[in-house]
């Protein structure tokens, strides 16, 4: 059984750094597509980042740079180390995770079926 719960979320100014946590409890994730998500207020959610099975991972362009998706299987912990943040970076941002003969790439977001309950993230300028 999936169950994802994200931390590491908080305020921070513009150019400052977070690391988001999503811990999986169903120990799935080394076996699953998983990716990072984010949703403004007034915004569909769109897709932040994915790490597939291999290790492979692709990040949206307007994070590329900034942002880096990783993995400890051992820890069955997922990541996202986000650094020079901005203020459009605000956001509740959500890990997710699939299993399937799907594409693991962060705009696949239909595809994504267990989620987390999200971690807020505040940029000021």
């Known amino acids: 059984q999936v169950h994802l719960v994200e931390s590491g979320g908080g305020s921070v100014q513009s150019g400052g750094s977070l690391r988001l946590s999503c811990v999986d409890s169903g120990y799935t994730s080394s076996r699953y597509c998983m990716g990072w998500f984010r949703q403004a207020p007034g915004k569909e959610r769109e897709g932040v980042a994915a790490?597939?099975?291999?290790?492979?991972?692709s990040h949206a362009d307007s994070v590329k740079g900034r942002f880096t998706i990783s993995q400890d299987s051992a820890k069955n912990t997922l990541y996202l180390q986000m650094n020079s943040l901005k203020p459009e970076d605000t956001a509740m941002y959500y890990c997710?995770?699939?299993?399937?003969?799907?594409?693991?790439?962060?705009?696949?977001?239909?595809?994504?079926?267990?989620w987390g309950q999200g971690t807020q993230v505040t940029v000021s300028s």
């Open positions: 790490i597939d099975t291999d290790g492979s991972t």
């Open positions: 997710a995770s699939f299993r399937g003969p799907y594409s693991c790439v962060y705009s696949n977001v239909p595809r994504f079926r267990y």
